[in-house]
C-alpha cells in the first residue's frame, strides 16, 4: 500500500515550502514511498520501553551568563541580503489574513 | 619530489627549520592546485591572494617565535560548508551560491591559530547530503586514482585534494560517513571525531545530532595533529564536551600489544565486495602479528542504522534547512507573487533533486501523524544501536571494519538508485548515531588500482586508541600509502564551471 | 434569546523578560535601537550559527512558576517549532512542548461572587521573533531582528475564566507577581505583556467545552474586554444560526472593533515539534531550586498579612501600597528611617499618586529615594514647614528629585521661628481687628482661630501655628 499520495506530496511541498513541477511530484512520491517502506524495517525491532536518544552524552546545563557580549554587526549582518532598505532585510509583504 | 609530496609535519618541521617559508608552501600548493583542477575539480573556491596574505602574517610570527606549532604555516583546504569571514561558503548550494559569512567557524579560526593556512573551499555534496560528490550544484569531483571514478562523498573535494597532492591537509565534516568514505575512496587518512570533539559552530549545519568536524590528511601522524589543532571545547556550542586532554599526536606509537581489535561479523556478510574484505582481513592479520588480539564477534542491529539515520538526519535537515528562504542570505528567485511563492521559488530552484528529497521525506517523518511512528521510533533504535556498541567496547578496545562495501563507483552510477547510494553508507553511519570516533585509512589497491579503506572505530574519547591502532598499521603496510601519480599525469575528464 | 450561554476562556499569555541579553546569544535586549543593530549570527539564523541558553531565562522563568505555585519540571528540555515566516529568522522557533519548564499551578483572583483559583497549565521558555514593518513605498516588508532572540516565558492558563472581569483580574495578578519578581514589566501596550485568548461559548448547564477560537492582537485590557465581547456574541449568533464555530485564530482589530480569521491555504499549523539538537537538558537540582526560592522577594499577599501587624495603616491602604512592590519597598524604608508608617503612607496614597498620575508614569518610575521621603516626613510632622510648603517640596523632590532640606533652604520655606518678628505681626494684627479682639476676652475661642489665620496670612504662610498660637495666647 502506498503510503504517499499526491495529497501528501501536496501538504509536504507546503510544509518544507517546496514547489514540485508534475513530473518532480511524481518522483517524490515514489522516492518517498520506496525510503518509507525501506524505513519500516525499524519495526522489526522491539522497542517498547526504550527511552528515545535525541543526544548522545547526558550532557546538561549549558549555560551563557547574562552578559552583554555583542556590539552592533549589522552591516555584516545584513550584508548577504538579496534585497535590503535602511538597515533592515526586505521581504515580499507580508499580510496578515 | 614537490613540496606537495612532503606531510603536513614534514612541510611544518622545514617551515620551522626557516628551509622554506609559509609564503613558500602556499605557491607549492596553488601550483598544484593550478596545475590539477581542471582535471579534479577539487576545490569552489581558491584564495591565492588571501592565501598568501596569511602566509605572510604566520611567517612573521613563526619568525618571532610566536608560532611554535607543528602546522604553521601549512595550506590547508576547507570544506565549504565551513563558515569563512568574508570568504564564498556555499555548501555546494545555489540557495547559497554567493554567501560570504559573517563569520568563521571555529574549526577553521582554531586551525589559525595554530598557524595553518586556509588555502581554498573545497567541493562537496550539497549540504553534504550525498555520497558521491555528484550533488554538487557546481559540478562533480574527480577521483584522483581514475577520474572516471567519483571521490566519494560528501567531503569528496577536501578528500580528493589531499589525495591528489593539492594541499597536505584539509578539514571535512561527517554526519554519516562523510569524511570516512571519502577517504577510503581517494586513498587518504580521514578521522571523524567523537561527537562534541570539535566545535560544529560555524559547521553549516545538516544533522545537528550527528555533524561532526574532522581531519583529512595524507597519514596518520597528520591527521593527530590536524585534529590537535581544531579540537576545542566551545562555549558557542552547548553540545561541545569538555575533554580531559586534547593531546592526540602522543598516540602515535607503534604498539598494539594486548590490543583488543573487535571484528563484527555482520560487517563482513552480504554486500561487502571480496577484495575489501580480504584487504581488511589481511590487515587485522598484521595487526595480529605485531600483538593484538582478534576478536570476532556480533554487533547486531547493523541493517537498522541506515533507516534509523535517514529518518534522523532527514529530519534534522527539513529543520536546519528551513532558514534558506530568500531574506536573509543566498539565492532569492527572481519571479514570484507573494511571500510564499518566493519561498517557494527560491528553494526550489535553489537546492538541488537530493535535498529537496530529504528535506520532504524529513518533513513528512515530523508532521503530524508519523512523528512517533517514524522519527521516536528512530531515536529508538539509536539507542539501541548505543547500546550494542557499549556491549562490543566491554570486551574490545577499537573495532576494525571496512569504511565502505566497495571501492570507488563510477561516475553517474550511484544517482540512479538513491537507496543504494544509502547503503554505501553502512559501515560509516551507526559511529555517527552512537557519537563514536572512526578512523579511515588506507589499506591496499584493489585491481582496477583503487583504495581500499579500512575502519577503525573506538569508544567515546578513544580517539587516542584508534591512533594508535592506525598508526601502527601504517607502519606495518610499509609507511605513507602511495601517491595516485599515474593518473595524474594523464590528461582527461573536462572542467566543470560553476553554472549560477 | 431563549438559550442562555456561558463563556469558558483560557488565556496564553506571552511575557517578555527583563534580561540583559537575548535568550540564546549576547545580544542586547534593550529597546529602542536602528534596525538590526542588536543582532549577531544566532539571533538572525545564520547558517551554522548555535543557540546557548541564557542562565537567568532559566531562573526567571523557575521564580515565576515558584511564585504561581507550579511544579518545577527538574529535568526540562527545549524543541523546534517550525513554521515559514520572515520575523523568524531560522523558519522555527525554540520553544518548549513536551517538557515546559513549569506545570500546574495557579493564581488567586477576587471576582464579585469571591475568590476563585484561575489554572496555570504550564510556563515554558521560548525566544520572541523580530519586528516587521510594512513600508508603503516598496509595498514591501522591512524585518528588523533587534527584538528576535528576545527570552519569553509563555504562561498557558487553564479555561478556568467565565468573563473579560476575570481574564482582567488574572492578568493583573499575573502582572503583579511577575513584576515584584523582578522578571518583567509586564507592559500590554509595549508588548512585554502579550495575550492571547481562548474563548468558547456553550449552552448553561453543558459539560462539553464547545469549539473555541484564539484571539490575538490584543494590546490593552480595552480591546480584551471588547474582544471578548465582540467574539462571544459571534459564536453565539453562529450557534444561534445553526452554524458551526471553527476552531481558527483570529486577529482582533480593536479600532473596527471586529476580528477576522487568518486563514491561509499556505499555513498548514503543522508546527513538527522535535527537540532541539543543539541545546542540552537544563536539570534543576534541589540546591539549585532552593537557591532561587531564597532570593525570592516577599510576595504581595504575603506583604499584606505583615503590614497589618506591623503598621498602623487602613487595610485599603495597604493595598494600594503593595500593589507594586517598588512602592511598598519605598514605604517600607521610609518608615523605617523616620518611624511614622501612617504619614509616609500619606504622602505616598496622596500626593505620589497624583503625581504619576500626572506625568502617565508607574511607580517603578519614581525617582525620590525612601530618605528623602523620610526626611521631608519629618520637616513636615516638626512643623519646621507648614502643609503647603511641604507640598511644594514634594514636587520638586518628586520631578526633580531635589532634597528637601536643601530645597526648604534655598527657597526659605522655613517656618518663621523668630518670636522678635512674629510677635510684631501678631501686635499688627491685634490691632486690626479689635472685634475679634473683644470677642475671643469675651469668651469666644473660635475668635483665635479666625486670628491664627489672619497672622499666617501676614506671615505668608511661613510662620509656625504653634508658635502663633502661643503669642497670641500671652498678648492677649
Not at chain 2, 327 to 340: F, T
Not at chain 3, 9 to 32: D, Q, Y
Not at chain 3, 171 to 197: F, H, N, T
Request: aromatic content about 8%; hydrophobic content about 35%; some cysteine.
Amino acid at each position: 500500500m502506498d503510503r504517499v499520495t499526491d495529497e501528501t506530496i501536496a501538504y509536504v511541498g507546503i510544509l518544507a515550502k517546496l514547489e514540485l513541477s508534475l513530473e518532480e511530484a511524481k518522483q517524490a512520491k515514489e522516492d518517498m514511498n520506496h525510503m518509507l517502506e525501506y524505513m519500516e524495517l525499524l519495526n522489526d525491532l522491539d522497542t517498547e520501553g526504550v527511552e528515545p536518544m535525541s543526544h548522545v552524552f547526558p550532557i546538561q546545563n549549558v549555560f551563557r551568563e547574562d552578559v552583554v557580549e555583542n556590539g552592533d554587526d549589522r552591516e555584516a549582518i545584513l550584508s548577504n541580503a538579496p534585497a535590503k532598505k535602511e538597515g533592515s532585510f526586505l521581504a515580499p509583504k507580508t499580510v496578515e489574513i | 619530489m614537490g613540496l606537495m609530496d612532503l606531510t603536513a609535519l614534514e612541510l611544518g618541521k622545514k617551515i620551522k627549520a626557516g628551509e622554506l617559508t609559509a609564503m613558500d608552501a602556499v605557491e607549492a600548493a596553488l601550483a598544484s592546485i593550478e596545475e590539477k583542477e581542471e582535471r579534479l575539480h577539487s576545490f569552489l573556491t581558491v584564495d591565492p591572494k588571501g592565501a598568501l596574505e596569511q602566509a605572510k602574517a604566520v611567517q612573521k610570527r613563526i619568525e618571532t617565535g610566536e608560532l611554535k606549532g607543528p602546522l604553521a604555516g601549512v595550506p590547508v583546504a576547507v570544506k565549504d560548508n565551513l563558515c569563512t569571514r568574508g570568504m564564498l561558503t556555499t555548501c555546494a548550494s545555489r540557495i547559497l551560491y554567493n554567501f560570504k559569512p559573517p563569520y568563521t567557524a571555529e574549526a577553521v579560526a582554531n586551525l589559525q591559530r595554530a598557524g595553518g593556512i586556509v588555502i581554498g573551499k573545497t567541493n562537496m555534496d550539497e549540504f553534504a547530503m550525498g555520497s558521491t560528490t555528484e550533488t554538487s550544484a557546481f559540478g562533480i569531483t574527480r577521483n584522483p586514482w581514475n577520474l572516471e571514478h567519483v571521490p566519494g562523498g560528501s567531503s569528496g573535494g577536501s578528500c580528493a585534494a589531499v589525495a591528489a597532492r593539492e594541499c597536505p591537509l584539509s578539514l571535512g565534516s561527517d554526519t554519516g560517513g562523510s569524511i570516512r568514505q571519502p577517504s577510503s575512496y581517494c586513498g587518504v587518512t580521514g578521522l571523524k571525531p567523537t561527537y562534541g570533539t570539535v566545535s560544529r559552530y560555524g559547521l553549516v549545519a545538516y544533522g545537528s545530532s550527528l555533524d561532526q568536524v574532522g581531519p583529512i590528511a595524507r597519514d596518520v601522524s597528520d591527521c593527530a595533529a590536524l585534529l590537535e589543532a581544531i579540537a576545542s571545547y566551545d562555549r558557542k556550542d552547548s553540545t561541545s564536551v569538555q575533554r580531559a586532554e586534547y593531546d592526540f599526536t602522543s598516540a602515535l606509537q607503534e604498539d598494539v600489544a594486548g590490543l583488543r581489535i573487535g571484528i563484527p561479523k555482520d560487517y563482513f556478510g552480504e554486500g561487502l565486495d571480496a577484495q575489501v574484505r580480504n584487504a581488511i582481513l589481511g590487515a587485522a592479520k598484521l595487526l595480529e602479528k605485531r600483538g593484538a588480539i582478534l576478536k570476532e564477534f556480533d554487533l547486531g542491529l547493523v541493517p537498522y542504522a541506515i533507516p534509523a539515520y535517514y529518518i534522523i538526519s532527514s529530519a534534522e535537515a527539513s529543520s536546519n534547512l528551513a532558514r534558506f528562504d530568500g531574506i536573509k542570505y543566498g539565492y532569492r528567485a527572481g519571479e514570484y507573487e507573494g511571500l510564499h511563492s518566493m519561498y517557494k521559488r527560491s528553494r526550489s530552484q535553489g537546492f538541488g533533486a537530493e535535498v529537496k528529497r530529504r528535506i520532504m521525506l524529513g518533513s513528512f517523518v515530523l508532521s503530524s501523524g508519523y512523528y512517533e511512528a517514524y522519527y521516536i521510533k528512530a531515536l529508538k533504535v539509536k539507542a539501541l544501536i548505543k547500546e550494542a556498541f557499549d556491549r562490543a567496547f566491554d570486551h574490545c578496545d577499537v573495532i576494525l571494519a571496512p569504511a565502505a562495501p566497495s571501492t570507488a563507483p563510477k561516475i553517474g552510477a550511484s544517482l540512479k538508485d538513491p537507496l543504494k547510494m544509502y547503503l554505501s553508507d553502512i559501515y560509516t553511519v551507526a559511529a555517527n548515531l552512537a557519537g563514536l570516533p572512526g578512523l579511515s585509512l588506507p589499506c591496499k589497491l584493489d585491481d582496477k588500482g583503487l583504495p581500499i579503506g579500512l575502519q577503525l572505530l573506538g569508544n567515546c574519547f578513544q580517539e587516542k586508541k584508534i591512533i594508535r591502532a592506525g598508526y601502527t598499521l601504517e607502519q606495518a603496510l610499509g609507511g605513507h600509502f602511495p601517491a595516485p601519480k599515474e593518473v595524474l599525469k594523464e590528461t582527461g575528464g573536462k572542467c566543470h564551471e560553476q553554472t549560477v | 434569546m431563549s438559550r442562555q450561554y456561558e463563556t469558558v476562556i483560557g488565556l496564553e499569555v506571552h511575557v517578555e523578560l527583563a534580561t540583559e541579553t537575548k535568550i540564546f546569544c549576547g545580544c542586547s535586549t534593550r529597546f529602542g535601537g536602528a534596525p538590526n543593530t542588536h543582532t549577531c549570527p544566532v539571533c538572525t539564523g545564520m547558517p551554522g550559527s548555535l543557540p546557548v541558553l541564557n542562565k537567568k531565562v532559566v531562573e526567571y522563568a523557575i521564580a515565576v512558576g515558584l511564585a504561581t505555585g507550579c511544579k518545577i519540571t527538574r529535568y526540562c528540555k527545549f524543541d523546534r517549532k517550525n513554521y515559514f515566516y520572515p520575523d523568524n529568522p531560522q523558519n522555527y522557533q525554540i520553544s518548549q512542548l513536551y517538557l515546559p519548564i513549569c506545570r500546574d499551578g495557579g493564581v488567586e483572583i477576587e471576582t464579585p461572587a469571591g475568590k476563585k483559583v484561575i489554572g496555570i497549565h504550564e510556563i515554558h521558555m521560548e525566544e520572541d521573533a523580530g519586528k516587521l514593518i510594512h513600508d508603503e513605498w516598496e509595498d514591501c516588508s522591512l524585518v528588523d531582528y533587534n527584538r528576535s532572540g528576545v527570552p519569553l516565558i509563555e504562561i498557558v492558563s487553564e479555561p478556568d475564566m467565565g468573563s473579560a472581569e476575570e481574564v482582567i483580574a488574572y492578568l493583573d495578578k499575573l502582572r503583579l507577581i511577575i513584576r515584584y519578581l523582578g522578571a518583567s514589566d509586564c507592559r500590554l501596550q509595549e508588548g512585554s505583556m502579550r495575550a492571547d485568548v481562548n474563548l468558547s461559548v456553550r449552552e448553561v448547564g453543558t459539560k462539553a467545552f464547545g469549539t473555541r477560537t484564539e484571539m490575538k492582537n490584543l494590546n490593552s485590557f480595552k480591546a480584551i474586554s471588547r474582544a471578548i465581547a465582540g467574539e462571544r456574541s459571534r459564536q453565539i449568533e453562529l450557534l444561534e444560526a445553526g452554524k458551526p464555530v471553527i476552531q481558527e485564530t483570529r486577529r482582533w482589530d480593536d479600532n473596527k472593533e471586529y476580528s477576522y480569521a487568518m486563514r491561509s491555504k499556505e499555513d498548514a499549523k503543522d508546527y513538527r515539534y522535535f527537540p532541539e539538537p543543539d541545546l542540552v537538558p537544563v536539570s534543576i537540582s534541589q540546591e539549585w531550586l532552593e537557591e532561587i526560592r531564597a532570593r525570592q522577594p516577599e510576595l504581595r499577599s504575603e506583604k499584606l498579612v505583615r503590614y497589618k501587624k506591623e503598621y498602623d495603616i487602613p487595610e485599603y491602604d495597604a493595598r494600594i501600597l503593595t500593589e507594586s512592590r517598588s512602592m511598598a519597598e519605598l514605604f517600607e524604608e521610609a518608615s523605617a528611617i523616620c518611624g511614622k508608617p501612617k504619614k509616609v503612607s500619606n504622602w505616598l496614597m496622596g500626593e505620589t499618586m497624583r503625581l504619576l498620575k500626572e506625568a502617565e508614569q508607574e511607580p517603578e518610575d519614581i525617582s525620590f529615594t525612601a530618605a528623602q521621603l523620610a526626611k521631608l516626613v519629618e520637616l513636615a510632622d516638626t512643623g519646621a514647614i507648614n502643609g503647603p510648603a511641604a507640598k511644594e517640596v514634594f514636587v520638586h523632590m518628586f520631578q526633580e528629585g531635589a532634597d528637601p532640606e536643601q530645597y526648604v533652604k534655598d527657597h526659605a520655606l522655613g517656618a518663621v521661628r523668630d518670636a522678635g518678628a512674629l510677635r510684631e505681626t501678631v501686635r499688627q494684627v491685634l490691632e486690626d481687628n479689635p472685634q475679634s479682639v473683644a470677642d475671643y476676652r469675651g469668651g469666644k475661642e473660635k475668635a483665635l482661630g479666625f486670628l491664627v489665620g489672619q497672622t499666617m496670612k501676614a506671615m505668608k504662610g511661613k510662620a509656625d501655628p504653634g508658635l502663633v498660637n502661643q503669642i497670641l495666647r500671652e498678648l492677649l
